[in-house]
C-alpha cells in the first residue's frame, strides 16, 4: 500500500508557513508599500524593489506543492495531478510577473488558474471508504471545496474592482488558507496511515 511519506509532510507543514513569511518579509522591506491594499503579486513585480525575495518565495512555493503531489502517494491520483498543476501555474505567475502599472495577462491566468485549482481540488481527493481519513471523506472534502471556492471567488471579484481597498488583506486570507487546507489533509491522512490497525490475516 503506497502512504504518505515524511517529505510530502514536512513540505506541506511548511506551506502556509513560508507562505506568510514570504509576504511578510518582503513587504516589510518596501517603505510605503500597503499591505491591505496591494497584492503579494505586486511584491515580485519587474519594478519592485523586493521582487527577488517574493519570487524566491513563490518558488519555494511551488517546490513544496510539487513534493506534495509526489509524496503523498497515498492521496487519490485526481488530487495529486491537480496540486502538481497547481505548481505550474505558481512557477508560470513569477515567470510572468505583474507590472506595478498594468498588467500581465499571462500572470493573471496563471494566478486565476492557481486560485481555481487550489480552490477545488479537495474535491478531488474525496476517498467513500470509511476508514479513509476524515480529511477526504465526502462530507469533508464538499465542506472543503465549497468554502475554499465561496473565498477565492470573493477575491477575484474584489480583485478586479478598482475601488476595493482591502484587495490584499483577502488575497492574504484565501492564500493563506488554501495552503493551510493542503497542510490539513496531508496532516490527516498521514496520522489516520499510521494509527489504522493492520488488516487481519
Known amino acids: 500500500m503506497n502512504r504518505t511519506s515524511k517529505i510530502a509532510l514536512y513540505a506541506a507543514i511548511i506551506g502556509p508557513i513560508q507562505s506568510a513569511l514570504g509576504w511578510i518579509i518582503a513587504g516589510s522591506l518596501w517603505p510605503g508599500y500597503d499591505q491591505a491594499r496591494q497584492t503579494i503579486s505586486e511584491l515580485a513585480a519587474p519594478e519592485s524593489p523586493v521582487n527577488l525575495i517574493m519570487s524566491s518565495f513563490f518558488i519555494f512555493g511551488g517546490v513544496l506543492t510539487v513534493l ?16 502538481f498543476a497547481s505548481a505550474i501555474c505558481t512557477f508560470g505567475l513569477t515567470i510572468f510577473p505583474t507590472p506595478l502599472i498594468g498588467y500581465s495577462t499571462m500572470h ?8 481555481a485549482i487550489s480552490a477545488g481540488w479537495p474535491l478531488l481527493a474525496l476517498r467513500r471508504s470509511k476508514s479513509a481519513a476524515f480529511a477526504v471523506r465526502p462530507l469533508a472534502t464538499i465542506v472543503g471545496t465549497t468554502i475554499q471556492g465561496a473565498l477565492a471567488l470573493y477575491f477575484l471579484f474584489t480583485w478586479t474592482d478598482p475601488a ?29 496511515e499510521r494509527t489504522a490497525k493492520p488488516a487481519a490475516h
Request: glycine share 2%; charged share 10%.
Open 108 to 115: 493573471r491566468i496563471f494566478a486565476i488558474a492557481s486560485f
Open 68 to 83: 506534495v503531489s509526489f509524496y503523498a502517494k497515498s492521496l487519490a491520483l485526481p488530487a495529486r495531478i491537480a496540486l
Open 164 to 192: 476595493a481597498v482591502n484587495v490584499g488583506i483577502l488575497e492574504r486570507v484565501v492564500a493563506v488558507s488554501q495552503a493551510a487546507y493542503v497542510t490539513w489533509v496531508i496532516v490527516s491522512i498521514y496520522l489516520n
